[in-house]
């Protein structure tokens, strides 16, 4: 069996650890957390590793460098899942990583080894993504306590029932001086490797997102009785503001997506009085995100104006972009080369990953894999084998450079 058959496999095995007899769904302090980091921790332990659940629920394995207590090289992913799954976001990228971790079983390296599997970065439980790479972090907010998943359960309660202490979060957190860098691997999520056909890619900087609730106010009426100039319809200058985005965007180079729209009274003979919306905005850059919201929320105000409605905005989410390390990067890029492309691809990451978390605590760089039509978050995902053998390569080389830059940088 080649590493990437093997690595393919254990993919599958997850596949069966759901929270739903007919998808893939895999949450936060759930017991299909508990059984997937069990798992996880056993393919850990067979490469070598030290393996340890830290107090935030992710699941860590280590081993030491050419002497013990050398700074690490953290190499990981999530093996939480969004409801309706598909089987490689998150998973490939930790199975790829404790393969490499079982490569280098033997080879000396100038740093310690980890390998992580994160517990929550799709926020699909509570609402809020990141938890357990911030908490790594040590970007813990207090406040995050009292969130709550669908069942009215806060996180703090989870914590308890799934046997961690709340007060012991902070002891997840890494010291800057205790890290070198971190290494991710993932399928790509978009289209672009394929339609290069390229195997793999680097990523550049991953998306800097703001998310709003958008509240259009108007006025609730009957149907029949209120003539079209006495109408203040929320859902019809709703629906402008949803094409005046993805235009104004498509203009800027970003990204905006209203992904969830919510009408009162909701009734079909009375004009919609409001309408909340979702807005989901990632640019390559926080200038440009920020410039792109600013556009977009003057057409918006506009709107409004234009039909005697009222608009509020509020902010629910701002993550920074993260821009990769060039050292990192470069070790990546490296490895690219030797095994997969002779010219390696470097793209943007749209999407948001566990690295934009990690990199408020050390530098940062990340290899894509190429996934059939750029398919994710859904169950019809597919990689490739020999995408897959090709970044398991990639990424064992890209360690070992890593390792003769950190000499280099150690002078």
């Known amino acids: 069996m080649t590493t990437a058959e093997l690595v393919l496999a254990r993919c599958s095995e997850l596949d069966a650890i759901s929270a739903s007899e007919t998808w893939l769904e895999r949450t936060h302090l759930t017991p299909e957390h508990r059984v997937a980091n069990a798992l996880a921790g056993n393919w850990m332990r067979e490469a070598g590793l030290q393996v340890h659940q830290d107090a935030a629920g992710n699941i860590c394995g280590r081993r030491e460098g050419s002497t013990p207590g050398l700074p690490a090289l953290l190499l990981g992913s999530h093996l939480d899942t969004v409801p309706d799954a598909g089987s490689f976001d998150g998973m490939l990228g930790v199975l790829m990583a404790i393969a490499v971790a079982e490569r280098l079983r033997d080879t000396p390296l100038p740093f310690a080894l980890e390998v992580i599997g994160f517990s929550d970065e ?33 996180l703090h309660q989870a914590f308890l029932e799934f046997g961690l202490d709340p007060r012991r979060v902070g002891e997840a957190a890494r010291r800057p001086e205790d890290l070198v860098g971190y290494l991710e691997a993932h399928i790509e999520q978009g289209p672009y ?72 009274p909701g009734a079909v003979n009375v004009i919609p009085g409001r309408a909340d919306l979702s807005l989901d905005l990632r640019a390559a850059t926080d200038d440009e995100r920020d410039r792109s919201w600013q556009e977009i929320e003057r057409e918006l105000l506009r709107i409004c104006e234009e ?59 990340m ?19 020999v995408d897959v053998e090709n970044g398991i390569d990639a990424f064992e080389h890209a360690v070992l450079a890593v390792a003769s830059a950190h000499l280099a940088r150690l002078g």
């Open 122 to 154: 799709e926020g699909s439980r509570f609402g809020k993504a990141l938890l357990g790479s911030q908490a790594v972090a040590g970007t813990w907010d207090e406040d995050w306590w009292d969130l709550r998943d669908r069942d009215g359960i806060t």
């Open 193 to 264: 490797l394929e339609a290069a056909d390229a195997s793999l890619g680097y990523v550049t900087t991953i998306a800097g997102a703001r998310r709003f609730r958008l509240s259009v106010t108007g006025e609730a009426r009957h149907a029949g009785g209120t003539p079209y100039e006495r109408r203040r319809d929320a859902l019809v200058g709703a629906s402008e503001m949803i094409v005046a985005v993805e235009r104004l965007a498509k203009a800027a180079g970003t990204i905006a997506t209203v992904g969830r729209i919510e009408v009162q």
């Open 307 to 365: 039909r005697d409605l009222r608009l509020d905005a509020v902010e629910t989410h701002n993550a920074p972009a993260a821009p990769c390390a060039r050292w990192l990067t470069e070790a990546i890029i490296e490895g690219i080369h030797v095994f997969a492309d002779d010219e390696p691809m470097g793209l943007w990451s749209r999407a948001g990953h566990d690295a934009m978390a990690v990199a408020a605590v050390t530098d940062i760089a």
């Open 367 to 385: 290899l894509f894999v190429r996934c059939h039509d750029g398919i994710s978050h859904h169950p019809d995902e597919a990689v490739r084998e």
